[in-house]
């Protein structure tokens, strides 16, 4: 059965960092490329980031462009999002999902205030 | 970047009900697109791939069609279970976009 468990949230003051990360079982994880996606509270789903099985491709979403940084260990069947620079507007669930956003994790809260 | 409509964006039923949920794209996606259902508190679920193949385990009163810039998502027969909210998603270009979203809710 395909797993995908995100960790990693919190709460940050505007400025600061966060690095997600996003634990895979139950699939050759080096095989399927991943998307991070976050829904704000209340609000609808907005597509964040993908990478490439081999991490060769990246795209990211114009809100984060520039301020987070998505990777992968395949070794560790594990996808990362690092956040830095957070702004009280991504603010969210933020979720992993693989190829296709077949499977997805159950999310986790990230908040930021002041 | 690509964007996606839905409508209605909220609509009320009751348990038998036929619904339809239209979704339409700025420009021509071909058939990439994914139908998500998601309750309160839970990650979304696809339905439908490829804009009318059914998921897998999902019951078969759900149903997708479309090609191009139109889609529509069709519950022949609304269940209890089925009170959510609807998204489509293109995944024909990045950065993928979703629909709003189509509340679905008790008459």
């Known amino acids: 059965e395909v797993q995908l468990v995100e960790s990693g949230g919190g709460l940050v003051k505007p400025g600061g960092s966060l690095r997600l990360s996003c634990a895979a079982s139950?699939?050759?994880?080096?095989?399927?490329?991943m998307n991070w996606v976050r829904q704000a509270p209340g609000k609808g789903l907005e597509w964040v980031s993908y990478i490439s099985s081999s991490s060769s491709s990246i795209y990211y979403s114009d809100s984060v462009k520039g301020r987070f940084t998505i990777s992968r260990d395949n070794a560790k069947n594990s996808l990362y999002l690092q956040m830095n620079s957070l702004r009280v507007e991504d603010t969210a669930v933020y979720y992993c999902a693989r190829k296709g956003l077949t499977n997805w994790g159950q999310g986790t809260l990230v908040t930021v205030s002041s | 970047d690509i964007q996606m409509t839905q409508s209605p964006s909220s609509l009320s039923a009751s348990v038998g009900d036929r619904v339809t949920i239209t979704c339409r794209a700025s420009?021509?996606?071909?058939?990439?697109l994914g139908w998500y259902q998601q309750k309160p508190g839970k990650a979304p679920k696809r339905l439908i791939y490829a804009a009318s193949n059914l998921q897998s385990g999902v019951p078969s009163r759900f149903s997708g069609s479309g090609s191009g810039t139109e889609f529509t998502l069709t519950i022949s027969s609304l269940q209890p279970e089925d009170f959510a909210t609807y998204y489509c998603?293109?995944?024909?270009?990045?950065?993928?976009?979703f629909g709003p979203g189509t509340k679905v809710d008790f008459k």
């Open positions: 420009q021509g996606i071909t058939n990439d």
């Open positions: 998603l293109q995944h024909n270009t990045y950065p993928l976009t």
């Open positions: 139950g699939f050759t994880f080096s095989s399927y490329s």
